[in-house]
């Protein structure tokens, strides 16, 4: 039975990969940060099949103590500080947890497996690009972060790469786009609209803020990303890999479909920029609010992700339209 070791196990991402995992035949770790009040929510129905360890990517010696005590195959590092707007209020936070956990997690590695048997998964983003050089963005396009998200993220990823060519690990990184589902925290803007939408459906609040209507992005599955991680790390040799759908959407393209799955009709939008509004039977329902802009923004990501369906045999199989429908129905049989 392969053994696999998880940060950020409580996660939209680390919740999927442990169900995907057991599935597979593993004995699956998960890390968790001691909490006075910890949610377990998403890992509810699994719970009693992994085993938790208490530790936290900041501190080291934790890390090495639940190395040694899982002594897996294979090491999954999917926790972060992973909300962009949250990293220009918390600049050292994000770059402590996203950015310096990745070393300390690879140097814990090293400590208990100076042979480099452990093969180690590390969840890069697509925020890396940034202000993008290209599009699509590949594997080979560079890196223009536009947070301190997307800066931590690039710090780990490179140390990752930089690992595996210093001390011969089998490191792989995911750089993986935007991916959703009906496990995504509130706080996240395609949550943020479908919760939002639902509310407003059922009389629980009058209208949905949001920031940059026209930022577009390439939205994917979580369920179906988790199978690119497992698959790198499956691979004869390490390597990085794009994972993302190749299409574009715009928020405003999100909100509309939303509305239509919710069963509340047609948006009809007035304005432009920060003036612009979503009506609803003559009523502002969709409203752009200042505040949910980003200082530096993000325009459009757009990913490539061929060489991942040529060496992996990977594709996504949802589309756009079945995470939003998804993502919809979870809110109208959760707020019911």
Request: aromatic share 10%; hydrophobic share 35%.
């Amino acid at each position: 039975m392969p053994t696999a070791f998880i940060t950020g196990v409580t996660g939209q991402d680390g919740s999927y990969l442990a169900e995907f995992l057991l599935e597979k035949g593993y004995e699956v770790y998960g890390l968790i940060r001691r909490s006075s009040s910890p949610d377990h929510g998403r890992i509810a129905s699994i719970e009693d099949r992994i085993h938790i360890i208490d530790g936290d990517l900041t501190d080291y010696s934790s890390l090495v103590d639940g190395l040694e005590k899982a002594q897996p195959d294979e090491v999954y590092n999917l926790a972060a500080q992973s909300f962009v707007q949250t990293s220009w209020k918390q600049p050292r936070l994000t770059a402590d947890v996203t950015g310096m956990g990745v070393l300390n997690i690879l140097e814990a590695i090293r400590r208990i497996d100076p042979n480099a048997k452990i093969k180690f998964y590390q969840a890069s983003s697509s925020e890396m690009f940034g202000k993008v050089r290209e599009t699509p963005q590949t594997e080979t396009t560079p890196f223009h972060p536009r947070s301190p998200y997307g800066s931590a993220k690039v710090f780990g990823h490179n140390t990752t790469v930089n690992y595996r060519e210093s001390y011969n690990m089998f490191n792989c990184s995911g750089i993986l786009f935007n991916h959703e589902s009906p496990r995504r925290g509130l706080e996240f803007v395609t949550r943020k609209i479908t919760n939002g939408l639902v509310r407003i459906k059922y009389g629980l609040q009058k209208e949905l803020r949001l920031g940059n209507l026209d930022a577009k992005r390439d939205w994917g599955f979580a369920g179906d990303y988790v199978k690119a991680m497992w698959l790198m790390l499956q691979q004869d040799e390490p390597d990085d890999f794009v994972i993302a759908t190749g299409e574009t959407h715009s928020v405003k393209d999100f909100v509309n479909l939303a509305v239509k799955h919710a069963g509340m009709g047609e948006l009809k939008w007035v304005g432009e920029g920060i003036n612009e509004k979503g009506l609803l039977n003559g009523k502002p329902v969709v409203v752009v609010d200042e505040r949910f802009f980003r200082p530096a923004e993000v325009d459009l990501l757009l990913g490539n992700p061929e060489k991942a369906k040529t060496r992996l045999g990977w594709e996504p199989e949802h589309s756009f339209e079945d995470l939003v429908a998804m993502m919809v129905e979870a809110d109208l049989k959760r707020l019911k």
